[in-house]
Structures are given as structure tokens and as C-alpha cells.
């Protein structure tokens, strides 16, 4: 028995509970609508009404279940995880394409997956979706959605993405602007294929469609070192600035929230020394994930942290901050200046990425054996923190499977400590000193 989502858990004396549902039973349709995952069944059970549920369990066989308020029958409920629908793509910039052998099993995960572009921000292509998925997006209000769009001229998309039968994206995106799903859309740039004009072509389309298409940034193609696709290469520093100047022209578009409706990503800047925009460009930040604003609210902390007065820890242990070559300079700017008005207090290393690549240079990107590499050269710390996006979401393993735990044993450090800001890093140096 497939059909349904499963359920692996269930409150004992709830409501479910007391009717005789447990875990390993199934919820297959909430007032005759079919459930195809745990989504569906937390969209038709999240109001407080009453509802009509099926359930197919294992010692009873098909139940039919009138409840009087769903969100309380939902809540004493665990599903299993959404299984995740492959990407069928072959894009030629794809970053799961140029993993070292051995990185970590997820590295080389490509999802095409409509479900977590809602819950987790994840990109898709629309490439594959079928109208029943585009329907479902619609009428369970799965907004907004983040698209990855190489092109709006759909020879070369088809082409960068490597499938011949790629649906319509401008179709798609009108679909979903008709039926006020917002979307949110990051274009990868490669040089030599949808830069220039194509580019420019592009961000008009996307503008053409009005604010539902809520944000769009540019982001330069990430290569390791590991790419076989010899017609791909780095953007230069005048193609970069091409991209900016791309920006500046549509910089009066701007939405509801503050935020610049073109923007784009972090390394471009940091890569031509420029400054990044201020806070009220980026509104609530909504392509952070996609390393845009990221080096702002960096920025925005630091300035909180030396409003701070001189912490009591300061100068009683050596802390030693590290992170990968893209970021590393700002942070070390940022750490001789604290160390000038408050003294010598902490210091930095800039770390190279030999796991991928030296051309690959953002910090969440370092692997174990990078971070062991960097310290080599220099005195050990008693307290290493680093960036809390270079481990795996179980906060165990880097990049290479190396653990924190093989970390601390192999250099002796006594504690190796992860933080999202300066001010979190802040707070763990001060509760490991005491």
C-alpha cells in the first residue's frame, strides 16, 4: 500500500491516538482529495474545521474518520520525509556535476522539486512540471517559488539546460503571475552563452511580467576544479563589471518591501572591491541563500559589535576566526580594527580551498582537510570558529566527511565552535572562556 503519505508517529492520548491510528498507518485523502505527500496532507488539514479523513491502517484496514478540528488532528501527527523529486536536467554549469570523488553523498544530490522550492528555498528549473503540479502549486498556495532562469529565449535555456523538451519558462512564469504565486528567479551567468544581450533580453522579459516576479539576481558561474566542459570559464573583471552596470540601469525598480528588484550576488562585488549596497536595497533579503546580502548584514553586525563596550573575555584566550578567500579579507579588515581600538584579541586566516579548487572561494565551500591545511602555518588556537554553513545540516561533517570531532583530535584545539554571525561568534567565545 503506497498511496498516501505515511505516518511515523503519533501522540499518545491525542485525538488520532484514541481513534487507533499509529505509526505505520497512512492518511490517503482529507474530504475525497487524494494525498500525494505530507504537504498535501498539512495543506488540507491546517484549518480549524471539521474533515473527512481516510486513513488506510495496518491493523484495521481502510478507516473513514470525521473530525472536528483538523489542525488539532494534524498536530499529534509526524509524516515521513517528502521524498525529493529528481532534476532530469543536464545543465552545463551544474555544481553537482564537479564534486571531488570525495565529497560528501548529498554534494552530488540534484533535486527538480517544486515542494522544497516552497519550504526550503530550493531552485528549480520548471523544465519538467506538469500542469496537475503546476494546479497544485496554485491551489495550495505554495509561494513564493524560486526558479532558476538561464534565458528566456528558449533555444539556448534548452541548450544550457540540456534537454530539448524543457517547458516553456515565460509560459510557466505567466501561469503563475496570472495566479498570484510570487516568484523569486536567479540567473547563472556563462560567459560566451547568456551574457550580453541575451542577458539584457532576459531581465526585459522577466520585468515584462509584472511584480509577481518578485525578485531576479545574477550570479557568475561557480566552477571547481573538477569542470570538464571546456567551454565554460570564470566571468572576467570587465564582464563582472558589465553585470553591475547591468544592475545600476534598473536600479529605480525597487518593491513593496525595499528591496532592488535586479540585483546581484555578493561575489560580484567583493570580487571588483566595490561597495555592496545598503540595507534597505535588500529589503527582507529575499535571495540570501543565493549569497545576496549576506556580506551586508555582515557588515550591519560588525557595526553592532563595536558599539559594544570591550567584552570581559577579550585578550584572555586566542581565538583564531577563519574563512575562505572571497570573505576573508573583509574579515580580517574587520578584526584589525577591533583589535586597534580594543587590543590584540582575536585573529585570522584566510583559508585556500584545495577540495575544490583554489577558484572556489566562499567559506561555506571549505572542507576538513582545507581548515587543517590553513592551520599549518601558524600558531594553534585555544578557540577556532568558523562559518556555521561549512557543515552538513546534521552539524557533524564538512564537505570531505571529515568530522568536528576528527578536527579537534587531530590538531588539539579545544574548541572548534560554529557561528551564523560575528555576534553569535561573539557569544561562544564568551561562554567558552566563562
Given at each position: 500500500m503506497n498511496k498516501g503519505t505515511l505516518i511515523v508517529d503519533v501522540s499518545?492520548?491525542?485525538?488520532?491516538?484514541?481513534?487507533?491510528?499509529?505509526?505505520?498507518?497512512?492518511?490517503?485523502?482529507?474530504?475525497?482529495?487524494?494525498?500525494?505527500?505530507?504537504?498535501?496532507?498539512?495543506?488540507?488539514?491546517?484549518?480549524?474545521?471539521?474533515?473527512?479523513?481516510?486513513?488506510?491502517?495496518?491493523?484495521?484496514?481502510?478507516?473513514?474518520?470525521?473530525?472536528?478540528?483538523?489542525?488539532?488532528?494534524?498536530?499529534?501527527?509526524?509524516?515521513?520525509?517528502?521524498?525529493?523529486?529528481?532534476?532530469?536536467?543536464?545543465?552545463?554549469?551544474?555544481?553537482?556535476?564537479q564534486n571531488p570523488p570525495h565529497a560528501r553523498p548529498s554534494f552530488s544530490l540534484r533535486d527538480e522539486d517544486f515542494r522544497l522550492s516552497f519550504l526550503a528555498g530550493y531552485y528549480t528549473t520548471m523544465s519538467t512540471i506538469s500542469d496537475e503540479e503546476l494546479v497544485r502549486i496554485v491551489e495550495h498556495q505554495l509561494t513564493p517559488q524560486y526558479v532558476t532562469v538561464p534565458s528566456t529565449d528558449e533555444k539556448l535555456r534548452r541548450l544550457i539546460l540540456g534537454r530539448d523538451d524543457a517547458r516553456p519558462i515565460l509560459e510557466?512564469?505567466?501561469?503563475?503571475?496570472?495566479?498570484?504565486?510570487t516568484v523569486h528567479i536567479q540567473t547563472v551567468v556563462c560567459p560566451g552563452f547568456n551574457d550580453g544581450r541575451d542577458l539584457e533580453k532576459t531581465i526585459e522579459n522577466l520585468a515584462a511580467l509584472g511584480n509577481h516576479i518578485s525578485s531576479v539576481v545574477l550570479v557568475p558561474v561557480g566552477l571547481t576544479r573538477f569542470t570538464r566542459d571546456s567551454r565554460l570559464r570564470r566571468l572576467n573583471e570587465g564582464e563582472l563589471s558589465r553585470l553591475l552596470r547591468l544592475v545600476w540601469r534598473w536600479r529605480h525598480r525597487t518593491m513593496p518591501n525595499g528591496h532592488r528588484w535586479l540585483e546581484a550576488s555578493d561575489e560580484v562585488y567583493l570580487a571588483l572591491n566595490r561597495m555592496v549596497p545598503a540595507a534597505r536595497s535588500y529589503g527582507s533579503y529575499p535571495q540570501i541563500s543565493s549569497g545576496v546580502g549576506m556580506t551586508r548584514q555582515f557588515k550591519d553586525d560588525i557595526r553592532t559589535v563595536e558599539r559594544r563596550r570591550r567584552p570581559e573575555w577579550w585578550s584572555r584566550a586566542d581565538v583564531l576566526?577563519?574563512?575562505?578567500?572571497?570573505?576573508?579579507p573583509l574579515l580580517t579588515r574587520w578584526s584589525n580594527r577591533l583589535n586597534r581600538k580594543?587590543?590584540?584579541?582575536?585573529?585570522?586566516?584566510?583559508?585556500?580551498?584545495?577540495?575544490?579548487g583554489p577558484q572556489v572561494t566562499v567559506a561555506g565551500l571549505l572542507s576538513g582537510t582545507d581548515v587543517m591545511s590553513a592551520l599549518k602555518n601558524g600558531e594553534l588556537p585555544d578557540i577556532l570558529i568558523l562559518s556555521d554553513d561549512i557543515l552538513d545540516p546534521s552539524g557533524r561533517c564538512f564537505v570531505d566527511d571529515m568530522t568536528v570531532d576528527e578536527l579537534k583530535e587531530q590538531t588539539g584545539i579545544p574548541v572548534i565552535a560554529f557561528a551564523h554571525t560575528m555576534g553569535d561568534a561573539f557569544e561562544t567565545i564568551r561562554d567558552a572562556v566563562g
Open positions: 499518545s492520548g491525542s485525538i488520532p491516538w484514541e481513534i487507533g491510528i499509529r505509526a505505520g498507518d497512512r492518511i490517503v485523502s482529507v474530504d475525497g482529495k487524494t494525498v500525494d505527500d505530507s504537504l498535501t496532507a498539512m495543506y488540507l488539514l491546517s484549518d480549524d474545521y471539521s474533515a473527512l479523513v481516510e486513513v488506510y491502517s495496518k491493523q484495521a484496514g481502510r478507516l473513514l474518520v470525521t473530525i472536528d478540528d483538523a489542525s488539532d488532528f494534524l498536530a499529534a501527527l509526524e509524516f515521513e520525509p517528502l521524498r525529493i523529486m529528481h532534476c532530469k536536467n543536464n545543465c552545463i554549469y551544474c555544481f553537482c556535476k510557466t512564469l505567466r501561469f503563475f503571475v496570472d495566479h498570484g504565486i576566526l577563519v574563512s575562505g578567500m572571497l570573505f576573508g580594543w587590543g590584540r584579541g582575536v585573529r585570522t586566516c584566510i583559508a585556500s580551498n584545495g577540495f575544490f
